[in-house]
């Protein structure tokens, strides 16, 4: 039986680039000059120009992390942390520069938004280009707005929340990210109000030896609700960029939120995002993530469940290929009681790429009554690629209820045996294999990213023609 | 041509092991046969071998299919030329139902797209003649489905995709009274006289309702005896005990 034959992927829209036409650049490097002038160049009030340049202290006080994959071909003297595109805010795909608008177009976005969305924000490197809510959104007092904005039209409430759930000192990108950010989007739900369409941001990010440090701040007020969707992408340079988004996540009390993310940025990205959740009393947090391109992800989002009877899900699929090292996981702090949690983590490995699942489940004293269940699945095509689980638990009351699942597998020789019998060529076979392992996530996402993310596996797998087994 | 199957002093070895020893079998259209034979003796081993499994491995001999020698070829292209197993233990496939399975594979199998609605159709009618929950049409191929669940979930595969060889690999074991009734009704409505079936058994209740052409009776990888359905009758009084040539 022949081997299937895994090609280097034709990532196709992905990689369509633009030519670097900036209305500003930094020039590359980090100093308190290059932060002071980012702070300028966005006409910021003092306030948040002193968390910049704190973070910035933070941020050369603190070591790279000693663990994990390989940083050292990371080098911000090489980076330019700002770069503002040839637009301004648009509320109108219209009014966007043309150039800038056939990228998004391309990827889906504009279409996605009249069928499937009650709201786009669209960012291009440094800033958001288009910002887009529903009329009836907006009477019932939804905010939906570029970070930018919102540190000018509410002070208060960004003041409040930033940086506040994660903390500057966590660890050095996020130092990182609140000394450059720029753009991201900031939501607010009042109390009791539903958004039953998902509201979608997408970060694209176009510039070579540049840096996307977009900050999402979402604020779901007591009993209110709200499907939050993540998209991200960039071209392939040769050299490497830098992804250090930060993502802040407030549910209050009986509120919902499901925050879903399609994660597909080219190899030479360095993708070091920061993403956590206070989850109320009652509330529940939902994450979906599907993780696919960047030579380097260290990504763990967190949960705090720090209401009594707070519940979060995570649902997470990362896929390695060439060249590629996937730190990923999940990480969960009960602090309450009768809080619960359910992981679902599964991982796929080709062509010598490299998934780690890096989690941490806590479990403190006064968390009595609470659950906690763990699956982590990973599958390995061939013989020269790696998948590691590394769980940290850590239980601090007897009082829990606490299961953990790990399975590290290959497809088997009597799967594919069993579909050939069927007709099946055998690339169909383990396309069809490998799409059924990666079903319980992507039945989790929304449709057209479903049909996306299959895509992608596809495209992973099988470079010629796309297989539709459901159609 | 009236011929299907045509297999030649075949010699297959698992491992290093040596299971079929000089196997020599013809089947031609209309004909329904039957091989009985003791644990070990190469009876699964056989299927799997006219279906090309790699983990099986010829050492001598042919396996032709129409005149064509399939020693070498692919699963798929065998199974595309129509032949078809059913399995002891159906893999579990998540992430596509039964009806779009069957359709993927029905359209690879000929070889043309299929017309969604006229196909619903036909699989739904098999469904029912095999007391099959239509819900079950919308679960994902095999998983969690009960043993009798599994073997039904075959016999409906052999149906919808209407192969001219059915070998079905001990399809009856593990099942009840009614679940091999079902088993024979599906069997029996696949039969014509252009197609054959090679039944694959250790057990007398499924043979009662079949037109069984010929039975014979493997033994250490060879064909020890090959008779009509008197043969059964043989098997179920006196056991293998006189053809076995040395103890297993």
């Known amino acids: ?471 | 041509m009236n011929n299907l199957l045509n297999i030649d002093n075949l010699y297959v070895k698992v491992g290093e092991k040596e299971i079929l020893k000089g196997l020599s079998l013809q089947i031609n259209k209309g004909e329904t046969h039957v091989i009985m034979g003791p644990n070990g003796a190469g009876k699964s081993t056989l299927a799997n071998a006219i279906l090309n499994n790699p983990e099986y491995k010829k050492t001598d001999g042919n396996v032709e299919f129409e005149g064509e020698n399939i020693n070498n070829l692919s699963t798929d292209k065998i199974a595309r030329k129509g032949v078809f197993m059913s399995f002891q233990l159906p893999q579990e496939i998540p992430g596509i139902s039964v009806l779009n399975f069957l359709k993927f594979a029905k359209g690879k199998i000929e070889n043309k797209p299929v017309k969604i609605f006229e196909f619903r159709d036909t699989v739904n009618k098999y469904a029912e003649e095999l007391n099959i929950n239509p819900k079950m049409l919308e679960r994902n191929l095999n998983v969690g489905f009960s043993g009798g669940e599994k073997k039904k979930n075959e016999i409906l595969q052999m149906l919808v995709l209407n192969p001219k060889l059915a070998i079905l690999d001990e399809t009856d074991s593990g099942l009840d009274v009614d679940a091999v009734k079902t088993v024979s009704k599906g069997i029996g409505m696949y039969k014509n006289n252009d197609n054959a079936v090679l039944v694959i058994t250790h057990n007398m209740r499924i043979l009662e309702s079949l037109n069984v052409d010929y039975v014979h009776i493997l033994v250490d990888g060879k064909i020890a005896k090959t008779g009509g359905p008197e043969l059964i009758k043989e098997i179920e009084k006196e056991g293998f005990k006189k053809y076995k040539t040395t103890e297993p």
């Open chain 1, 1 to 471: 039986m022949s081997k299937t034959k895994i090609d280097e992927i034709n990532r196709n829209v992905y990689d369509i680039k633009n030519a670097d036409n900036y209305d500003f650049k930094m020039e590359k490097g980090l100093n308190k000059q290059i932060v002071e002038e980012i702070s300028k160049q966005k006409n910021e009030p003092e306030w948040m120009k002193k968390i910049r340049l704190n973070a910035l202290e933070t941020y050369n006080n603190l070591e790279l992390p000693t663990w994990g994959p390989d940083l050292s071909d990371l080098n911000m003297d090489d980076l330019a942390t700002y770069v503002r595109p040839k637009s301004k805010l648009n509320e109108n795909w219209e009014d966007v520069p043309e150039e800038i608008r056939q990228t998004f177009d391309r990827l889906g976005i504009p279409e996605a938004e009249k069928k499937s969305l009650s709201g786009v924000g669209a960012q291009y490197d440094s800033e958001v280009v288009y910002h887009s809510i529903k009329e009836d959104l907006l009477k019932q007092g939804v905010i939906y707005t570029d970070m930018e904005t919102a540190v000018r039209d509410y002070p208060e409430i960004v003041k409040e929340h930033f940086m506040k759930c994660v903390p500057v000192t966590d660890h050095k990108f996020v130092a990182l990210h609140a000394a450059v950010w720029s753009g991201g989007s900031f939501v607010y739900v009042p109390k009791n109000v539903k958004v039953d369409i998902p509201l979608q941001s997408y970060f694209r990010l176009n510039s070579p030896e540049s840096g996307q440090f977009e900050h999402t701040l979402i604020i779901v007020d007591e009993g209110a609700s709200l499907h939050f969707i993540e998209g991200c992408s960039a071209p392939k340079y040769n050299k490497v960029n830098l992804h250090a988004g930060c993502v802040e996540l407030y549910v209050k009390d009986n509120a919902y939120l499901r925050y879903s993310t399609i994660e597909n940025w080219s190899k030479n990205m360095m993708n070091l995002n920061t993403k956590k959740a206070i989850v109320g009393k009652n509330a529940q947090m939902d994450w979906v993530t599907g993780s696919f391109g960047s030579r380097v992800s260290m990504l763990y989002p967190l949960s705090i469940l720090n209401g009594e009877g707070a519940k979060t899900e995570y649902t997470g699929i990362t896929f390695a290929g060439k060249d590629q090292n996937l730190d990923t996981g999940f990480k969960v702090i009960h602090n309450a009681e009768h809080t619960s949690s359910v992981i679902n983590s599964k991982s796929i490995s080709k062509d010598g790429g490299a998934c780690t699942y890096r989690a941490l489940v806590r479990v403190n004293k006064n968390a009595k009554k609470s659950k906690c269940s763990v699956s982590c699945e990973s599958l390995m095509l061939d013989d020269i690629s790696r998948s590691d689980t590394i769980p940290v638990n850590d239980i601090r009351t007897n009082d829990v209820e606490f299961s953990h699942e790990a399975k590290i597998g290959k497809i088997s020789d009597k799967e594919i045996f069993y579909l050939m019998s069927r007709g099946l060529s055998e690339e169909d076979s383990r396309a069809m294999i490998v799409r059924g392992f990666a079903y319980p996530i992507s039945k989790e996402l929304p449709v057209e990213y479903a049909v996306e993310m299959n895509n992608l596996i596809n495209l992973e797998l099988e470079r010629k023609h796309r297989i539709n087994f459901n159609d």
